[in-house]
């Protein structure tokens, strides 16, 4: 956490308004992010961070002299603590999977949906509370109670949805067996791990789908599915419709 009882955030865009716009709504949305710092390029951003070193990036893709993907990386290098939002255009979008292997915690399209932007900054929360946990108390997983480890199973499920991750990964990750660990996670969140890595991945692949730019076997990749075919299937068993006809619904109702 920054200096008081608040997230750090930094706004990385080079288009003024839009950068003055993000910021306002960050902090509407959740008391708990303020916003500590605004730059309009990549470069000027690093500086920024090595200087302050706040929570959470929000940044474009789009910027001269260094632009988004390249900050991204170079954060990564640097301190992977430190969390990153790409924020991105459609036409934008497709550059976005270059990002997966630097660690991005999400995506957000711009204009930005405030509902959309609620979500992401309550799992950044989530996110926090539960690595500080780990981080300030030198815990183990068999040292937690069994909501502290429900907390750090859908953590571990967030940052790694990309991933060809399953329940005994997981229930190796954290030395528990998939049976107990199965129990936990149903008492404090209601579902199995295995439908909570479904139903997060297509979360996000509801977000990555309403741009026109990326192909549908690109999105699948993006959220951990190697098999386009696999992925469809389980988005259709999900949402009621396949990932085309999914998107074609949605921009239907944003033309109308």
Same mark, same amino acid.
């Given at each position: 956490?920054?200096?008081?009882?608040? +997230?750090?955030?930094?706004?990385?865009?080079?288009?003024?308004? @839009?950068?003055?716009?993000?910021?306002?709504?960050?902090?509407?949305?959740?008391?708990?992010?303020?916003?500590?710092?605004?730059?309009?390029?990549? &470069?000027?951003?690093?500086?920024? !961070?090595?200087? @302050?070193?706040?929570?959470?990036?929000?940044?474009?893709?789009?910027?001269?002299?260094?632009?988004?993907?390249?900050?991204?990386?170079?954060?990564? @290098?640097?301190?992977?603590?430190?969390?990153?939002?790409?924020?991105?255009?459609?036409?934008?979008?497709?550059?976005?999977?270059? $990002?997966?292997?630097?660690?991005?915690?999400?995506?957000?399209?711009?204009?930005?949906?405030?509902?959309?932007?609620?979500?992401?900054?309550?799992? /950044? &929360?989530?996110?926090?509370?539960? /690595?500080?946990?780990?981080?300030?108390?030198?815990?183990? $997983?068999?040292?937690?109670?069994?909501?502290?480890? $429900?907390?750090?199973?859908?953590? +571990?499920?967030?940052?790694?949805?990309?991933?060809?991750?399953?329940?005994?990964?997981?229930?190796?990750?954290?030395?528990?067996?998939?049976?107990?660990?199965?129990?936990?996670?149903?008492?404090?969140?209601?579902?199995?791990?295995?439908?909570?890595?479904?139903?997060?991945?297509?979360? !996000? $692949?509801?977000?990555?789908?309403?741009?026109?730019?990326?192909? !549908?076997?690109?999105?699948?990749?993006?959220?951990?599915?190697?098999?386009?075919?696999?992925?469809?299937?389980?988005?259709? @068993?999900?949402?009621?419709?396949?990932?085309?006809?999914?998107?074609?619904?949605?921009?239907?109702?944003?033309?109308?």
């Amino acid at each position: 956490m920054g200096e008081g009882k608040y +997230y750090s955030v930094l706004v990385v865009e080079d288009e003024k308004l @839009q950068a003055k716009n993000i910021a306002k709504n960050i902090e509407l949305v959740n008391s708990n992010f303020k916003v500590i710092g605004i730059e309009s390029n990549g &470069e000027d951003a690093l500086n920024f !961070i090595k200087q @302050q070193t706040p929570n959470v990036i929000f940044t474009d893709i789009q910027m001269p002299v260094m632009n988004g993907i390249e900050l991204v990386k170079q954060i990564y @290098q640097y301190n992977n603590y430190i969390k990153c939002i790409v924020l991105s255009g459609h036409d934008d979008f497709k550059y976005a999977k270059s $990002a997966i292997d630097y660690g991005v915690f999400s995506y957000l399209l711009k204009p930005v949906n405030r509902d959309e932007l609620s979500n992401i900054l309550k799992r /950044l &929360e989530v996110n926090f509370i539960s /690595l500080q946990d780990l981080l300030l108390t030198g815990q183990k $997983a068999t040292d937690l109670n069994s909501e502290e480890i $429900a907390i750090l199973i859908k953590k +571990y499920i967030e940052q790694n949805y990309q991933k060809a991750i399953d329940l005994n990964m997981i229930a190796n990750h954290f030395s528990f067996s998939p049976s107990y660990l199965t129990k936990i996670f149903v008492k404090h969140v209601q579902i199995t791990p295995s439908k909570y890595i479904i139903h997060y991945r297509v979360s !996000i $692949a509801k977000q990555l789908l309403s741009g026109r730019s990326l192909s !549908i076997n690109t999105v699948a990749n993006m959220v951990g599915y190697s098999d386009p075919f696999h992925f469809s299937k389980t988005f259709k @068993q999900v949402t009621g419709f396949s990932p085309a006809k999914y998107r074609e619904k949605l921009n239907t109702s944003k033309n109308e």
